[in-house]
């Protein structure tokens, strides 16, 4: 019964007139966990509106937190939906929206059960994604991963690295000065190579002080 009433309350919200669609936010925050695998449906429905399944995700992200004291439900029929949000849509007109808005949503799992399982993902990501925002949703991301720090350090400086490589363009400083940031937060010290290349790089002297902030944050003990 729960079910069918969330079934027939996303319905009418997604195929409503346009001047009730800007509630729709508002309706997926009415949902429990025990409705996520209605959530779930509004993301693999190609007739479901792009702004409508941003909501989705970030009820999921939101949801994600809820997992901490209910264990009749699997942390992966949460984090799933939100890694197919990942995957970029070319046909579909500002899809990075959604893809920064799941992002976001998975850094939410970052100190839960299986949040190792998300690291990599994400670092695709920063790594291959087509849109900065995007890119830089995701390595603020993974600048939370502190229980897999290794996993997210390993990520990250892959990311860093294939910037270096590239130099300074138009298209990367902020995403690789974010990298950065997100290396400084997880203090590894694996991250050391590759922060003294960009000190000895020609990239933009900014990203060059965010290198030497990351460095002297890397915990050595």
Known sequence: MIRFILSAALLFALTAPAFAQESTCYIFNR????????????????????????????RLGELSRELVNNKNVAPSSIYNPILGSLAPQTQTADHH????????ALARFSDLPESERLIQPLGKV?????????????????????????????????????????GPQADNV????????????LRDRRSFVPLMRVIQSRFPTSTKREAQRALENIKWD
């Open 31 to 58: 949902i429990p966990v025990t409705g996520v695998d209605e959530i779930a449906k509004q993301l693999s429905d190609p007739k479901v509106r792009l702004e409508d399944k941003s909501c989705a995700v970030s």
């Open 97 to 104: 929206i959604l893809r920064e808005a799941a992002c976001q």
């Open 126 to 166: 920063v790594k291959e994604d087509s849109h900065e925002e995007v890119r830089l949703a995701c390595a603020r991301a993974l600048s939370r991963f502190y229980k897999d720090a290794a996993g997210a350090t390993t990520e990250l400086v892959a990311a860093l690295n294939s910037e270096l490589e590239r």
């Open 174 to 185: 902020t995403v690789a000065t974010a990298i950065i940031r997100s290396l400084g937060s």
